[in-house]
């Protein structure tokens, strides 16, 4: 969950390389949206911008599958996982799947037009 970033294009990328699917959410869905989104999808890692972090706080503890939460800009406020920080001993191993131009893939997200969603 991120505005158009540097780390929201990396994610596009970098997951599919992993072999996994991005879920992009929209900022204006409620919390409950967001629950049901994030628990039917069986997301296991979760990528949020520290200023849209508010936005899953009152749900983080319902979420079923989801075993770490990545906070881009992370500052003292919240208690996740750094984007830039947290991988302080993880091992690169060689990507599971190669990638080859032919076979990338990348999703856009539109957003519909629900009642009681103000637009930006």
């Not at 992009?24 to 849209?52: C, G, M, R």
Request: charged share 20%.
């Amino acid at each position: 969950m991120a505005p158009n970033t540097l780390e929201m294009l990396e994610g596009f990328y970098g997951i599919f390389q992993l072999g996994a699917v991005m879920v992009p959410l929209n900022i204006w869905l409620t919390p409950a949206d967001y629950l049901l989104i994030l628990n039917h999808s069986e997301l296991k890692v979760l990528f949020v911008d520290q200023d849209l972090y508010h936005l899953i706080v009152p749900i983080k503890d319902k979420l079923e599958m989801v075993e770490h939460i990545i906070a881009h800009y992370k500052d003292e406020s919240c208690n996740e996982i750094g984007y830039d920080t947290g991988w302080t001993g993880f091992r690169w191993n060689r990507f599971r799947v190669p990638i080859w131009m032919k076979t990338m893939c990348a999703a856009s997200f539109i957003q519909a037009v629900r009642p009681g969603i103000r637009k930006a």
